[in-house]
């Protein structure tokens, strides 16, 4: 079992910045891939970033490639989104996601074996 919590969203002014952070707890958060979905309102939850165990391999989805970059510290059982030139189109809950190693990384919400409770990240125009 693998539980996660979110932070550091918040409200924003388009173009600026926000680091999310994603604790989990456990042992096991090293032989987990990690990954970033979002739901903005009256959508379905999308793929925004993946990063396998060791931080080598990363996916990121096409509306937020250049923008937004993900990254892990397994020392911290931790995963990071630094998010940039933030857009209103940004606008979501932002969702940690974890999935053993042994089943790869996905971009599919309903592949994800465990979620965190959400941020809310809002940038206003």
């Known amino acids: 079992q693998v539980r996660l919590v979110e932070s550091g969203g918040g409200l924003v002014q388009a173009g600026g910045s926000l680091r999310l952070s994603c604790l989990a707890s456990?042992?096991?958060?090293?032989?987990?891939?990690m990954g970033w979905f979002r739901q903005a309102p009256g959508k379905e939850r999308e793929f925004v970033a993946a990063?396998?165990?060791?931080?080598?391999?990363?996916k990121c989805a096409e509306a937020v490639k250049g923008r937004f970059t993900i990254s892990r510290n397994n020392d911290k059982n931790s995963v990071y989104q630094q998010m940039n030139s933030l857009e209103p189109e940004d606008t979501a809950v932002y969702y940690c996601?974890?999935?053993?190693?042994?089943?790869?990384?996905?971009?599919?919400?309903?592949?994800?074996?465990?979620w965190g409770q959400g941020t809310q990240v809002t940038v206003s125009s």
């Open positions: 456990g042992r096991t958060f090293s032989t987990h891939n």
């Open positions: 996601a974890a999935r053993p190693m042994f089943r790869g990384l996905t971009t599919t919400p309903e592949e994800v074996d465990y």
């Open positions: 990063m396998g165990c060791s931080g080598g391999r990363t």
